[in-house]
């Protein structure tokens, strides 16, 4: 590679990447179009860009729904260079220097990642990253809607997204600009910009709660984010590893991402404040700390009891209506795992509050995005509330799942171990009629003009006797 190990690379890197749109489970991405530009930090001008579009191996990869999203069709890719042909200049742009880009933690360092993994080539390494996504939603709120690229730039009157990466960067970087004007002109003047604000001080602050019991063995843990030194093993989602000797304008305005603020395996970054949902389902249902680890099973067995953990809801023998749904992806082109179980009415009392506490945080943030209750109640099941518990797929690490699952029979509990990511597998285990001891978490959403709560399973416990 071309960059040198002592070289100081102080500009940052704007960049997105085009792919191909996954239309069946298990299909990959494949980068169609790689953009560019490094941005002087101290003046935020443009001082070199480049962008290509890219060969994918596999054409057929380009499906209607792709041509759709992006507009780049077979026939526009077909002289255009492989990505082994330019990885050595898109890792020289990249390698060692700040990366910037509107959503690039979840998706874009990903692609490149899986790019660079595909050839069998070093893959470059960020000094620090600024996803402006999550940037602008905490510190300029969604004043906008939905913050999406193409909502921000038609606030300002920037023009319309034409969702092709060089055009893609630069709009990304003068959306920055708009936003951190607007913020630094509130901060003058806060008394009179922030008087009638969309957004409270500390709309998007988190805290760790301590543990409280609700009614009816349902044990009530809020989910908050992983400890910092967890992520900051991660490159890609800590800050930087050595400060930069100056400080950059941009980053004064605006606050680098810290590992408090990112969350890891997450299908949408967290929209509003759940430290405030903790605390205040903690005063609607606050019980004694020696009533809650025997109401965390409604069985009463110890075995169970200790499953649960901080930032967890609990809720035993939950009864599955529907076994496990393949029907939505997520962004690897994998099923998003999920099954439905009949949901008691101590659950429905402590999803019925969290939901309306959730609907008004999301409603104060400025979302006009339509509520889904986590509680499912339909015409013909008035008596039969259900609830959707999601099992997260795993990037790395010997479970396939993001979710521990154990076998009990006859009052003995013992972990079940899967090798590989296999959906078929799990479908015996969760047939209507079985009994299962949930442990999860509340995540909330906001994707796609829909909102509310996800319930998250961290371990399942399937009763087979």
Same mark, same amino acid.
């Given at each position: 590679?071309?960059?040198?190990s002592?070289?100081?690379?102080?500009?940052?890197?704007?960049?997105?990447?085009?792919?191909?749109?996954?239309?069946?489970?298990?299909?990959?991405?494949?980068?169609?179009?790689?953009?560019?530009?490094?941005?002087?930090?101290?003046?935020?001008?443009?001082?070199?860009?480049?962008?290509?579009?890219?060969?994918?191996?596999?054409?057929?990869?380009?499906?209607?729904?792709?041509?759709?999203?992006?507009?780049?069709?077979?026939?526009?890719?077909v002289?255009?260079?492989?990505?082994l042909?330019?990885?050595?200049?898109?890792?020289?742009?990249?390698?060692?220097?700040?990366?910037?880009?509107?959503?690039?933690?979840?998706?874009?360092?990903?692609?490149?990642?899986?790019?660079?993994?595909?050839?069998?080539?070093?893959?470059?390494?960020?000094?620090?990253?600024?996803?402006?996504?999550?940037?602008?939603?905490?510190?300029?709120?969604?004043?906008?809607?939905?913050?999406?690229?193409?909502?921000?730039?038609?606030?300002?009157?920037?023009?319309?997204?034409?969702?092709?990466?060089?055009?893609?960067?630069?709009?990304?970087?003068?959306?920055?600009?708009?936003?951190?004007?607007?913020?630094?002109?509130?901060?003058?003047?806060?008394?009179?910009?922030?008087?009638?604000?969309?957004?409270?001080?500390?709309?998007?602050?988190?805290?760790?709660?301590?543990?409280?019991?609700?009614?009816?063995?349902?044990?009530?843990?809020?989910?908050?984010?992983?400890?910092?030194?967890?992520?900051?093993?991660?490159?890609?989602?800590?800050?930087?590893?050595?400060?930069?000797?100056?400080?950059?304008?941009?980053?004064?305005?605006?606050?680098?991402?810290?590992?408090?603020?990112?969350?890891?395996?997450?299908?949408?970054?967290?929209?509003?404040?759940?430290?405030?949902?903790?605390?205040?389902?903690?005063?609607?249902?606050?019980?004694?700390?020696?009533?809650?680890?025997a109401?965390?099973?409604?069985d009463?067995?110890?075995?169970?009891?200790?499953?649960? /953990?901080? !930032?967890? &809801?609990?809720?035993?023998?939950?009864? =599955?209506?529907?076994?496990? %749904?393949?029907?939505f992806? *997520?962004?690897?082109?994998?099923?998003?795992?999920?099954?439905?179980?009949?949901?008691?009415?101590?659950?429905?009392?402590v999803?019925?509050?969290?939901?309306?506490?959730?609907?008004?945080?999301?409603?104060?943030?400025?979302?006009?995005?339509?509520?889904?209750?986590?509680?499912?109640?339909?015409?013909?099941?008035?008596?039969?509330?259900?609830?959707?518990?999601?099992?997260?797929?795993?990037?790395?690490?010997?479970?396939?799942?993001?979710?521990?699952?154990?076998?009990?029979?006859?009052?003995?509990?013992?972990?079940?171990?899967?090798?590989k990511?296999?959906?078929? /597998?799990? !479908?015996? &285990?969760?047939?209507?009629?079985?009994? =299962?001891?949930?442990?999860? %978490?509340?995540?909330?959403? *906001?994707?796609?003009?829909?909102?509310?709560?996800?319930l998250?399973?961290?371990?399942?416990?399937?009763?087979?006797?």
């Open positions: 590679m071309s960059s040198s002592g070289e100081e690379r102080s500009e940052i890197a704007f960049f997105d990447v085009e792919t191909t749109v996954p239309t069946r489970p298990g299909q990959r991405f494949a980068l169609l179009e790689f953009g560019a530009i490094l941005v002087c930090p101290k003046k935020l001008v443009e001082l070199q860009s480049y962008s290509t579009l890219i060969k994918p191996a596999d054409h057929s990869l380009i499906s209607t729904l792709s041509v759709r999203c992006n507009g780049i069709t077979p026939d526009a890719v002289s255009a260079p492989t990505f042909q330019i990885a050595d200049r898109v890792y020289d742009l990249l390698h060692g220097r700040i990366w910037a880009g509107h959503n690039i933690l979840r998706f874009d360092c990903a692609r490149i990642r899986e790019a660079f993994a595909e050839i069998g080539k070093p893959t470059p390494e960020p000094k620090g990253t600024i996803d402006s996504l999550q940037l602008l939603t905490q510190k300029f709120g969604r004043r906008a809607g939905d913050m999406k690229m193409a909502t921000l730039a038609t606030y300002f009157g920037l023009g319309q997204q034409t969702h092709r990466s060089l055009d893609d960067v630069r709009m990304n970087l003068e959306v920055v600009k708009y936003c951190a004007t607007v913020l630094f002109l509130e901060s003058s003047l806060p008394d009179i910009f922030t008087a009638n604000s969309w957004v409270s001080p500390n709309a998007m602050t988190r805290s760790r709660s301590n543990v409280k019991s609700t009614p009816e063995g349902v044990s009530l843990k809020i989910n908050t984010p992983p400890s910092s030194s967890k992520l900051n093993d991660d490159p890609m989602l800590s800050p930087t590893n050595q400060e930069p000797e100056e400080k950059h304008p941009i980053l004064s305005l605006l606050t680098r991402i810290t590992a408090e603020e990112v969350e890891p395996n997450t299908a949408q970054w967290d929209p509003f404040d759940m430290g405030q949902l903790s605390n205040e389902m903690e005063e609607s249902y606050e019980m004694s700390s020696t009533e809650s680890s109401a965390a099973v409604s009463g067995s110890s075995d169970s009891a200790g499953f649960l /953990e901080p !930032d967890e &809801l609990s809720c035993s023998r939950l009864k =599955v209506r529907f076994g496990i %749904s393949t029907k992806l *997520d962004h690897a082109g994998r099923p998003r795992l999920n099954f439905v179980a009949n949901a008691p009415e101590s659950l429905c009392k999803l019925d509050a969290c939901d309306g506490i959730a609907q008004n945080l999301s409603l104060d943030s400025g979302s006009n995005s339509e509520w889904r209750p986590a509680v499912i109640r339909k015409n013909g099941f008035v008596n039969y509330p259900t609830v959707r518990l999601h099992i997260p797929n795993t990037i790395s690490g010997d479970n396939p799942y993001g979710t521990e699952m154990y076998q009990k029979d006859s009052g003995s509990i013992q972990k079940l171990v899967f090798s990511y296999d959906p078929a /597998e799990l !479908d015996p &285990l969760f047939t209507p009629g079985t009994f =299962v001891d949930a442990f999860f %978490s509340i995540d909330p959403y *906001d994707y796609q003009q829909n909102a509310g709560i996800r998250v399973a961290k371990k399942l416990i399937i009763h087979f006797n």
